[in-house]
């Protein structure tokens, strides 16, 4: 079973800069982050597999990095250049099963945690 804690979260200005962090404990092979904007339905953000390949929304390239630290059970969403638009509360998301990199930025992940939020004001 897979356990997630995400922190990290907070209110910036537009351009400024936040990096999440998620704790994580149990055997995952991807790694994720989502985000849900009032209203809004849950969007990939960026996927990181067990090889590192890596995937991001279109939205968020070049400003969002995503990051795993294995020594420390640690996986990090470090986002610059923020805008208000990027305002959402982010989730921590995993999944175990080898082929969840295919996934993408599809919200079949097993495990998600509680959600952090970020909100840009303008």
């Known amino acids: 079973h897979v356990q997630l804690v995400e922190s990290g979260g907070g209110s910036v200005q537009a351009g400024g800069s936040l990096r999440l962090s998620c704790a994580f404990s149990g055997y995952t092979y991807c790694m994720a982050w989502f985000r849900q904007a009032p209203g809004k339905g849950r969007e990939g953000v960026a996927v990181i597999a067990a090889d590192d390949r890596t995937t991001y929304a279109d939205s968020v390239k070049g400003r969002f990095t995503i990051s795993k630290d294995n020594a420390q059970n640690t996986l990090y969403l470090q986002m610059n250049s923020l805008k208000p638009e990027d305002t959402a509360m982010y989730y921590c998301?995993?999944?175990?099963?080898?082929?969840?990199?295919?996934?993408?930025?599809?919200?079949?992940?097993?495990?998600w945690g509680q959600g952090t939020q970020v909100t840009v004001s303008p």
């Open positions: 998301v995993a999944d175990a099963r080898g082929w969840c990199f295919d996934y993408g930025l599809r919200t079949l992940y097993n495990y």
